[in-house]
């Protein structure tokens, strides 16, 4: 049968409400600094794990908005905590403080909800 140079894609949207948006929360509460965060990439750019690895800083601040928490927890291992990131961010956001109080929301969600 002939596909006629289409098929049905699978559907992409996001679903906001089923995400578990208690690291951002816990984030927010503890470092107001996070809400400024414009993604404007300039973490990103001048990151040094980033230039080895596919550690996106401005991918994880995204994603810790929308809850989608499990690729923030696999990638979070990766930064080194260098601190050039929150160095160069136009809106002085401490994304270091963010990584860090990111770490510290899943060791909690180990052991209970957020």
Known sequence: MDKFGYTISKER????????????????EKEPSFRLCIECG????????????????????ILIKR???????????KCMLCGKCTL????????RNIVVLAIKAFQKSDNYEI
């Open 88 to 95: 160069v961010c136009p809106r002085g956001v401490n994304t």
């Open 13 to 28: 949207q996001i679903d906001y409400d089923s995400n578990n948006r208690g690291v951002a929360s816990y984030i927010f």
């Open 42 to 61: 300039g973490c990103s750019a001048t990151c040094t794990t980033a230039s080895f690895t596919d550690f996106s800083l401005r991918e994880l601040n």
């Open 67 to 77: 809850g989608e928490n499990d690729q923030v927890r696999q990638n979070l291992k």
